[in-house]
T-cell receptor, first 112, second 109 residues
């Protein structure tokens, strides 16, 4: 069974630029999450989708972050404009029902 | 809603045991445990559900005290491969997890 796929794996941008990350969850997983993990901290939930609807985006900085999950499968997370403090690993995860949650390899973002 | 983990870090020699604790201020439906190695994504270890039994896998097991909103991860006879940062993820509903700050475990020969 294929795991959660993410791209790119690494991205370096300058502050005020825009960036987008892509995630393809495990086939059949209705729930998709985006997390931000700053070095030395645990993953912080940014947004949760159930199929193509948003369940929880209370911790998403909506003035600069946006996410969508068209057709209830792939998802993209965008940052516009980026700030220095956005430097982190962005993890995508998927889940089916109340079972275990699987993480993708993450995208390491460096904002200069 | 972030759970609190303790200790923050621990160093063990091969063969020693360790306990990592996770506590929440909210009533919990489930607790998930993950291990993350440097530069890698978190890897699922086990899930403990409210009303469920203590889980175990080889030398790693966990318990869940629903009344105290606490969970503990037990590592027995540690191996070098156990090194990494352990996170608990707690779920109070809405099918989402809140992760603790992590416990860095280092196993030395």
């Amino acid at each position: 069974e294929a795991g959660v796929a993410q791209s790119p794996r690494y991205k370096i941008i300058e502050k005020r630029q825009s960036v987008a990350f892509w995630c393809n969850p495990i086939s059949g997983h209705a729930t998709l999450y985006w997390y931000q993990q700053i070095l030395g901290q645990g993953p912080k939930l940014l947004i949760q989708f159930q199929n193509n609807g948003v369940v929880d985006d209370s911790q998403l900085p909506k003035d600069r972050f946006s996410a969508e999950r068209l057709k209830g499968v792939d998802s993209t997370l965008k940052i516009q404009p980026a700030k220095l403090e956005d430097s982190a690993v962005y993890l995508c995860a998927s889940r089916q029902g109340p079972n275990e949650q699987f993480f993708g390899p993450g995208t390491r973002l460096t904002v200069l | 809603q972030q759970p609190v983990q303790s200790p923050q870090a621990v160093i063990l020699r091969e063969g020693e045991d360790a306990v990592i604790n996770c506590s929440s201020s909210k009533a919990l439906y489930s607790v998930h445990w993950y291990r993350q190695k440097h530069g890698e994504a978190p890897v699922f270890l086990m899930i403990l559900l409210k009303g469920g039994e203590q889980k175990g896998h080889e030398k790693i097991s966990a318990s869940f005290n629903e009344k105290k909103q606490q969970s503990s991860l037990y590592l027995t006879a540690s191996q070098l491969s156990y090194s990494g940062t352990y996170f608990c993820g707690t779920e109070s509903g809405a099918n989402n997890l809140f992760f603790g700050t992590g416990t860095r475990l280092t196993v030395i020969p």
